[in-house]
């Protein structure tokens, strides 16, 4: 049997449900604002739309997005112009957004421990392969792109 997939979607939700139990089980006084949860709702809402543009991105370049896999080709354009990660920047927005929604003060350091999360599990060994298959191509566009934004 196989274990759990490891996969960023799968952490985004876990991270989504700590911030819920944090907010619930250790309410500490917070944002609970209704402008911040209409931010919250809007930057959840511009990281599902980031990470569409990602995905329309990937299929016209026809290469993979499942992050264990070899891509046979190396993208650097549509958002990935801006950032060497737009899919993981929109996890962590959608993670902030959430966050600042629940109002609770708990959970705040949480995207930041999940940006983490996603460099060493995803992003690392992700760069090492592009470097791998790419060779100077990566290096150059990983000069010029930032990681994050």
């Known amino acids: 049997m196989k274990g759990f997939p490891d996969l960023p979607p ?3 939700a876990g991270f989504c449900l ?3 139990f944090l907010a619930r089980e250790l309410p500490i006084a917070g944002f609970a604002a209704p402008e911040l949860r209409a931010l919250g709702s809007a930057l959840s809402v511009a990281g599902l739309v980031l990470i569409a543009w990602s995905a329309v ?3 016209q370049a026809k290469t993979t997005i499942e992050p ?8 650097t354009s549509g958002p990935f112009r801006f950032s060497r990660n737009p899919i993981y ?4 927005v959608i993670l902030a957004g959430w966050v600042l929604w629940l109002g609770g003060l708990s959970g705040v350091i949480l995207p930041g421990i999940f940006a983490s999360v996603l460099s060493l599990r995803f992003i690392v060994p992700e760069e090492a392969r592009l470097e791998d298959v790419f060779g100077e191509a990566a290096r150059t566009y990983f000069a010029r792109t930032r990681r994050w934004l």
């Open 57 to 59: 991105t990937f299929v």
């Open 89 to 92: 920047l929109a996890m962590v």
């Open 68 to 75: 264990h896999e070899t891509p046979q080709n190396l993208i």
């Open 18 to 20: 700590l911030a819920w």
């Open 10 to 12: 799968l952490w985004l």
